[in-house]
């Protein structure tokens, strides 16, 4: 079945910048939806980005707007979260997802999922 492999995380100071890359194998990715959530100690899963199957609409968390952009390499079944101007609150486990939707934003509309990368943000 479809696997999803992120990577990217690492540690990095406030205001700094990291690029996560979720690698897809087995089936199709291209003709799903991707999306991003993040997990932090202590809460629930939170959504972050969604990009539609073509990458010709996203949408994005408030928390995240402005700062973060989602993008797609559908030729190399590559999904990619550009994060910028880094706050200690951003500091999570990412993980990538597929999503049976155009934009979905909702944890159940997504079928398969990465095991996640850890972003940690310092002050």
């Known amino acids: 079945q479809v696997q999803l492999v992120e990577s990217g995380g690492g540690l990095v100071q406030a205001g700094g910048s990291l690029r996560l890359s979720c690698a897809a194998s087995?089936?199709?990715?291209?003709?799903?939806?991707m999306g991003w959530f993040r997990q932090a100690p202590g809460k629930e899963r939170e959504f972050v980005a969604a990009?539609?199957?073509?990458?010709?609409?996203?949408y994005y968390a408030d928390s995240v707007k402005g700062r973060f952009t989602i993008s797609r390499d559908n030729a190399k079944k590559m999904g990619y979260l550009q994060m910028n101007s880094l706050k200690p609150e951003d500091t999570a486990v990412y993980y990538c997802?597929?999503?049976?939707?155009?934009?979905?934003?909702?944890?159940?509309?997504?079928?398969?999922w990465g095991q996640g990368t850890q972003v940690t943000v310092s002050s």
């Open positions: 087995g089936r199709t990715f291209s003709s799903y939806a």
């Open positions: 990009i539609s199957w073509s990458g010709d609409s996203t």
């Open positions: 997802a597929r999503g049976r939707y155009n934009i979905p934003t909702k944890s159940n509309e997504y079928d398969y």
